[in-house]
């Protein structure tokens, strides 16, 4: 039995074709950039032809707009364990090593490359992300801070400048090459030696103060 091309699709197969094309977009983009990349070059990655792809997105703007909606959604799910019951070196330590793998994963910096290309151009897209991403997690860890503070464990005046220093120490020697290309993703055991290192430094400077 044909569909009639008249009524709307049903809002599985709807969900399903909308995810196909998001699909074969992510991969143009991330092969061509954003401006290399064309509707008809999307409508053959993804396999649907173009009159399908203008029904479900008027332009490439607003595609690529989806698409970075989408992986904001998804990395601002990440899980991080901030168990207060857990000591600062423990919980610093795990969320430094699963924080840099996230960043680091097979097509997250292809992903981070494009939002920051385009970030000038569709400036409520990077603010999105940021907010729903790397906003998100710094506040998640100032969170946590804020609890071993107020049990003394820690000495910080603002947790909110203090996660962001640890994520940006976290990062140090790993993110950028990785980001350029200069390097492959970072091994466990490279991470392990940054994040260690970058605990140490923190809990140096926001351990408890002896009086």
Do not use: W
Not at 69 to 91: M, N, R, V, Y
Request: some cysteine.
């Amino acid at each position: 039995m044909v569909a009639n091309p008249s009524l709307p699709p049903h809002p599985e197969e709807d969900s399903a074709k909308r995810r196909q094309i998001l699909e074969g977009a992510h991969r143009v983009f991330m092969d061509l950039g954003f401006d290399g990349a064309s509707m008809g070059e999307i409508a053959r990655a993804a396999g649907v032809s173009k009159g399908t792809l203008y029904v479900y997105f008027a332009d490439k703007f607003r595609l690529f707009e989806a698409i970075v909606e989408q992986e904001s959604l998804e990395q601002g799910k990440a899980t991080f364990d901030f168990d207060p019951a857990k000591d600062p070196e423990t919980i610093l330590g795990n969320f430094g090593r699963a924080y840099i793998d996230v960043l680091c994963r097979p097509g997250g910096g292809s992903s981070i490359r494009t939002v920051m290309a385009i970030a000038e151009r569709m400036p409520e897209v990077g603010r999105r992300f940021y907010e729903r991403v790397l906003a998100h997690t710094i506040n998640r860890l100032a969170g946590y801070l804020e609890v071993k503070v107020r049990e003394k464990k820690l000495a910080i005046d603002n947790c909110e400048l203090a996660a962001a220093q640890f994520m940006q120490m976290c990062q140090s020697t790993l993110f950028q090459p990785y980001i350029f290309q200069a390097k492959p993703a970072p091994s466990p055991q490279q991470i392990a030696t940054v994040v260690d290192s970058a605990t140490r430094m923190f809990l140096a400077n926001y351990g408890p103060k002896l009086t």
